[in-house]
């Protein structure tokens, strides 16, 4: 584990109460993205949600009908808003057999990963996924990567990389991927947004 993970992760164990209270409530594309999802999938198909913090996404996927596990290297996140079944884990090296899943949720957590590990996580993603599968990823949209210290302060800082669409679909092309489409939208920061196939 690179030291810029594990401040990360200690900085969320730190506000994970604060964390869960403030997004408690799903952003209002998370309904049309749970909407797009049961278009595609069957209900009660298999879906982990990787880096899943108090698991407000894995319960919001759960009331749709699928068979959902949330995972998140924050013990503190995991028990932050009491949902059940969320697992310890690094997306680097995910507890799940080959082929498993009918899809991979993951928002605004591969912005964590430092750069040259990011080709790794995609390789889990598409190890895990069967054929068809699906991949709903969020990460912050821009250039560069460093210690973001304007949410909790510098004693409480996170690693973030922002990635360029252009060159993240290259690297899910690697991993085995069709990028199916992608969007883009601005908050406190700019997101983008990809849905891309396992091939």
Same mark, same amino acid.
């Given at each position: 584990m !690179?030291? #810029?993970?594990a &401040?990360?992760?200690a900085?969320?164990?730190?506000?994970a109460?604060?964390?869960?209270?403030? @997004?408690?409530?799903?952003?209002?594309?998370?309904?049309?993205e749970l *909407?797009? $999802? &049961? %278009?595609l999938?069957?209900?009660?198909?298999r879906?982990?949600?990787?880096?899943?913090?108090?698991?407000?996404?894995? /319960? %919001?996927?759960?009331? /749709?009908?699928?068979r959902v !596990?949330g #995972? *998140?290297?924050?013990?503190?996140?995991l028990g932050?808003?009491r949902?059940?079944g969320?697992v310890?884990?690094?997306? /680097?090296?995910l507890?799940?057999?080959?082929r498993? $899943?009918g899809?991979?949720?993951?928002?605004?957590? $591969?912005l964590h990963?430092?750069r040259p590990?990011v080709?790794?996580?995609?390789?889990?993603f598409?190890r895990v996924?069967?054929p068809g599968?699906?991949?709903?990823l969020?990460?912050?949209e821009?250039d560069?990567e460093? =210690?973001?210290?304007?949410?909790?302060g510098?004693?409480?800082?996170? @690693?973030f990389?922002? +990635?360029?669409?252009e060159?993240? %679909?290259?690297?899910? &092309?690697?991993?085995? #991927?069709?990028?199916?489409g +992608?969007?883009r939208?601005?908050? +406190?920061?700019? =997101?983008? /947004?990809? +849905? &891309?196939?396992?091939r």
């Amino acid at each position: 584990m !690179t030291d #810029f993970t594990a &401040a990360t992760r200690a900085t969320y164990d730190t506000i994970a109460a604060e964390y869960a209270r403030q @997004w408690s409530t799903p952003p209002a594309w998370v309904a049309a993205e749970l *909407d797009r $999802l &049961a %278009a595609l999938l069957p209900a009660g198909s298999r879906i982990a949600d990787i880096g899943c913090g108090p698991g407000h996404h894995t /319960r %919001a996927l759960r009331e /749709r009908g699928f068979r959902v !596990t949330g #995972f *998140d290297l924050s013990r503190r996140m995991l028990g932050a808003a009491r949902v059940p079944g969320l697992v310890q884990a690094d997306m /680097r090296a995910l507890p799940l057999a080959a082929r498993s $899943l009918g899809a991979v949720w993951c928002v605004a957590a $591969l912005l964590h990963v430092p750069r040259p590990e990011v080709p790794q996580v995609l390789g889990e993603f598409g190890r895990v996924l069967r054929p068809g599968g699906e991949l709903l990823l969020s990460v912050a949209e821009g250039d560069g990567e460093g =210690w973001d210290e304007r949410a909790y302060g510098a004693s409480l800082r996170r @690693w973030f990389v922002l +990635h360029r669409f252009e060159a993240l %679909a290259a690297l899910l &092309a690697e991993a085995g #991927f069709g990028i199916v489409g +992608h969007e883009r939208e601005a908050t +406190h920061r700019d =997101w983008l /947004r990809i +849905h &891309a196939r396992r091939r």
